[in-house]
């Protein structure tokens, strides 16, 4: 595996690849990789020549009392673990290169934005659209891989792909869960034992919602209420938001008739985890 921290060296091996016809399938990351982000990587290695993997705290998608400084960091291991399975590039950008002390430009996705997660965490995407859009004009890529974990990001990056012509293809690939049902996150690694356990109830609240909206339930209303009590079982939780909402636009549904997803973020103790379920009626 190649390790790339240079962005014209990066640039010029993507152009290179690209010349001789190679398909480059692009993995962004925070590092501290698990199951989740490795599912990413096999979903690329599958789909293209050529996979790039970038690990980047990206400073500018964090608040100022957020967990910047402590976020988990585990380089060596990660670096083993993409060689394992057989990762062309890592790419691991400095803040120095990618902000570097003269910048200036930002890419702003408006409405989608100022939803769920955009209310607690003001400027969480405007640092992500913008380091996604500078690592697409580095990495070159023909496809890159997201999560449905973060399932807002999914469809702000869309759009943003859409309003701004740039050459990406946007795969979204499935939430990978730890096997009792927490989904898996970097952020996981904050909790301790009991926090860990209490954690359970995101999923558990959407489980509760799948089964009630099977058995007919369509008021938001009463889903959410039963999505609360679930949640206030674990007693270091505290609900940011549940909401249930569109799809595409985001907006808050009152009702299920169509296909709509449930997104909740939850801070258990300190640490603040997000969850979502796709509904489909259709
Ligand atoms: P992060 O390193 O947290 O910025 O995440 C990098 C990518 O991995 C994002 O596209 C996330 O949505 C995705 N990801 C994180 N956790 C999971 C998970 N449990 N299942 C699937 N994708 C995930």
Excluded at 72 to 92: H, M, S
Excluded at 109 to 133: D, N, Y
Excluded at 175 to 195: F, H, P, Q, T, V
Aim: net charge positive.
């Amino acid at each position: 595996m190649k390790i790339i921290t240079d962005i014209e060296q990066m640039q010029k091996y993507s152009i290179d690849k690209k010349r001789k016809n190679k398909v480059i399938g692009f993995v962004p990351t925070m590092g501290a990789l698990h199951d989740g982000h490795f599912s990413l990587v096999k979903a690329s290695l599958k789909k293209c020549d050529i996979t790039i993997v970038s690990i980047y705290i990206n400073p500018a998608q964090f608040g100022p009392n957020e967990d910047l400084a402590n976020y988990p960091r585990t380089l060596e291991e990660d670096k083993k673990a993409l060689i394992k399975l057989g990762v062309d590039v890592l790419f691991l950008p400095s803040d120095e290169i990618m902000y570097p002390s003269d910048y200036k430009t930002w890419v702003i996705v408006e409405k989608l934005t100022e939803k769920l997660c955009g209310k607690s965490r003001p400027v969480h995407f405007k640092g992500v659209t913008t380091v996604v859009t500078k690592l697409f004009n580095i990495v070159q890529c023909d496809y890159a891989f997201f999560g449905q974990k973060d399932y807002q990001q999914s469809v702000v990056i869309k759009q943003m792909v859409k309003d701004l012509n740039l050459p990406v293809n946007i795969i979204v690939c499935p939430i990978i869960r730890e096997a009792d049902g927490l989904a898996m996150s970097s952020r996981n690694k904050y909790l301790d034992n009991e926090l860990r356990k209490q954690a359970l109830v995101l999923n558990q609240a959407l489980i509760e919602a799948q089964k009630l909206i099977k058995n007919g339930e369509k008021d938001s209303k009463n889903l959410i209420y039963a999505m609360e009590k679930i949640l206030k079982t674990s007693k270091n939780a505290k609900i940011d938001y549940i909401e249930i909402i569109d799809p595409v636009t985001l907006d808050t549904l009152n009702s299920i008739n169509n296909d709509c997803v449930i997104a909740l973020a939850v801070y258990i103790g300190n640490t603040r985890l997000i969850d979502n379920c796709i509904i489909k009626i259709n």
